[in-house]
C-alpha cells in the first residue's frame, strides 16, 4: 500500500491533466507502479482564484473521473488541494475547503519570496488551531533567500514534508537530498505529476532509487508513512 499525496490528475482545473484521457493513463501508469491511494491535489492560487468557482470545478473533474474509472482496475483517489501560501494564510476563514478529505492535513506551496519569520510564525499558527500542515515539493527552494532557515525552521518544528519523486533521479538535486535524508527532514515522497510526457509519475523509480542510496529500511520508512497517512483519511480521523 502506497499513497501519492500530491498529483494533479484532475482534468482541465490547472496546469495538470488536459483532458480525461490524459486523467486516466495517469491514474493507469500510478496504479501499475503498485501505487494503490492517491490525493488529486488541484492548484488554488488565493490571489487569482474564486473559491466557489474552484470547489464546484473540483468536484466536478473529480465525479467526472470516478465515473470513467467504474470496472477499471485503479488506485483510490481522495480529493485535497495545492493551497499557494499567502500572508495571513493561517487566519482564513475557509481553510477547511481546502484540506484531504475530512482530514485537518492541508498541502502548501510555499512562495519564494516569503521564506521568512512570517511564514514561519503561520505555519506554527496553523498548527495550533489544529491544522497538519505539509510543505510541498521543499527542494525547489533551495536557491530561494531564506531557504537555509527554512530547513532549521522545518527541523526544529517538526514539520511535515513533501519531496517530488524525480528529484532523487535528478543530479542537481544530489547534495540537497542527502542532507534531507541525513537530517530526516522527508516525510513524503509524491508524483506531483501532471502528464505522461511533461511531468509523468515517477514514484517506483523514486523508491529504487531510495533504497540504493539510502537502504531498504529508510525506503520503508517512506512507504509506511504514507500507510499511516492514508489510514487515517480512510478512516476520517483527522
Not at 498529483?7 to 482541465?12: E, R, W, Y
Not at 475530512?102 to 499558527?125: G, M, T, V, W
Not at 521543499?138 to 517538526?158: L, P, V
Request: proline letters at 3%; glycine letters at 4%.
Amino acid at each position: 500500500m502506497y499513497l501519492d499525496i500530491h498529483s494533479h490528475i484532475l482534468s482541465g482545473i490547472d496546469d495538470g491533466a488536459e483532458d480525461l484521457s490524459v486523467s486516466l493513463a495517469l491514474l493507469n501508469d500510478i496504479y501499475n507502479q503498485g501505487i494503490t491511494d492517491i490525493i488529486a491535489t488541484p492548484h488554488f492560487f488565493p490571489m487569482y482564484d474564486n473559491l466557489e468557482d474552484f470547489l464546484e470545478n473540483r468536484q466536478s473533474a473529480f465525479e467526472e473521473l470516478q465515473n470513467a474509472l467504474k470496472g477499471k482496475p485503479h488506485p483510490n483517489v481522495y480529493l485535497g488541494c495545492e493551497l499557494l501560501y499567502y500572508n495571513g494564510l493561517s487566519y482564513a476563514s475557509s481553510l477547511e475547503n481546502f484540506t484531504i478529505e475530512n482530514s485537518k492535513y492541508i498541502l502548501l506551496e510555499a512562495d519564494y519570496r516569503l521564506l521568512n519569520k512570517k511564514f514561519f510564525a503561520e505555519i506554527l499558527h496553523l498548527k495550533e488551531i489544529g491544522f497538519k500542515p505539509i510543505l510541498a515539493h521543499i527542494e525547489r527552494y533551495k536557491k530561494a533567500k531564506g531557504f537555509r532557515k527554512f530547513i532549521r525552521f522545518i527541523k526544529a518544528n517538526g514539520i511535515l514534508t513533501q519531496v517530488n519523486a524525480t528529484a532523487f533521479n535528478n543530479k542537481n538535486y544530489n547534495k540537497l537530498i542527502k542532507k534531507l535524508v541525513k537530517e530526516d527532514l522527508i516525510t513524503f515522497v509524491a508524483s506531483d505529476t501532471h502528464s505522461i510526457d511533461v511531468r509523468p509519475p515517477m514514484i517506483e523509480a523514486a523508491l529504487e532509487k531510495i533504497t540504493a542510496d539510502y537502504g531498504e529500511e529508510y525506503a520503508k520508512k517512506l512507504i509506511s508513512n504514507s500507510q499511516i497517512l492514508v489510514s487515517e483519511i480512510a478512516k476520517g480521523e483527522p
